[in-house]
Structure formats: structure tokens, C-alpha cells
Nanobody, 123 residues
Framework: QVQLVESGGGLVGHGDSLRLSCAAS????????MSWFRQAPGKEREFVSG????????VYADSVKGRFTISRDNAKNTMYLQMNSLKPEDTAVYYC????????????????WGQGTQVTVSS
């Protein structure tokens, strides 16, 4: 099994930045693609960004392209999401997800999920 723990969420103002982290533990050697999803109140969970094991392939939702940057450090078993120019519509619970096969997919077909971290952006 793989355990995922997100951190770094919080309350920020419009235009501020945050960096989320997702620490993996357990059988981390089986993890390939990883992604971030988010879910706002009353809405379905949506794909935010994903990254391949090597880090060479990244995928972003149109709504965050140019503002968010995904990265990972396999030596530390950690994935990151640098979020800049935050908007109130970015407010959501952000979830880390991992799958044992490539490639990154934008649907929630992942094998492991974290518990989520709340991000709130005030206007």
C-alpha cells in the first residue's frame, strides 16, 4: 500500500501564493504518475495537474495553466504544487493522487488518494 499526506493548505488573499506538498510513504517504489485534484463545495472533484514519474511530462487544467506549477522529488517521495496568483475560485479541498502505471490521466482513476488539504482564497 501507499499512503499519501497533503500539507501546505491555508487561508490566503486574492493574488497570493501557496505551495502544497504531498508526501508518499509505504511502497513508494510502485508509484508512477501523480496528480492533484480539487473539490469545491457542491461541485465534483476536478483534475488540477499531473506529473509523470520522471517529471518530464506535466499536464495542467486550463483554469490553472500559467499560474500553478507541479513538480516532484522522487528521492524525497514528495510531490509539490506551487500555486501563484490565487483566485477565490481556486478555493477547494486539494487532493493528492497516485497511480502505479503511466500516463497521467485527468479522470479520477488513481489507485491511492490522500485525505486532502483545504485551500481558501479570500476576495
Amino acid at each position: 500500500q501507499v499512503q499519501l499526506v497533503e500539507s501546505g493548505g491555508g487561508l490566503v488573499g486574492h493574488g497570493d501564493s501557496l505551495r502544497l506538498s504531498c508526501a508518499a510513504s509505504g511502497r513508494t517504489y510502485i508509484v508512477a504518475a501523480m496528480s492533484w485534484f480539487r473539490q469545491a463545495p457542491g461541485k465534483e472533484r476536478e483534475f488540477v495537474s499531473g506529473i509523470s514519474w520522471s517529471g518530464q511530462r506535466t499536464v495542467y487544467a486550463d483554469s490553472v495553466k500559467g499560474r500553478f506549477t507541479i513538480s516532484r522529488d522522487n528521492a524525497k517521495n514528495t510531490m509539490y504544487l506551487q500555486m501563484n496568483s490565487l483566485k477565490p475560485e481556486d478555493t477547494a479541498v486539494y487532493y493528492c493522487a497516485a497511480k502505479i502505471l503511466e500516463p497521467v490521466v485527468t479522470t479520477p482513476e488513481y489507485d491511492y488518494w490522500g485525505q486532502g488539504t483545504q485551500v481558501t482564497v479570500s476576495s
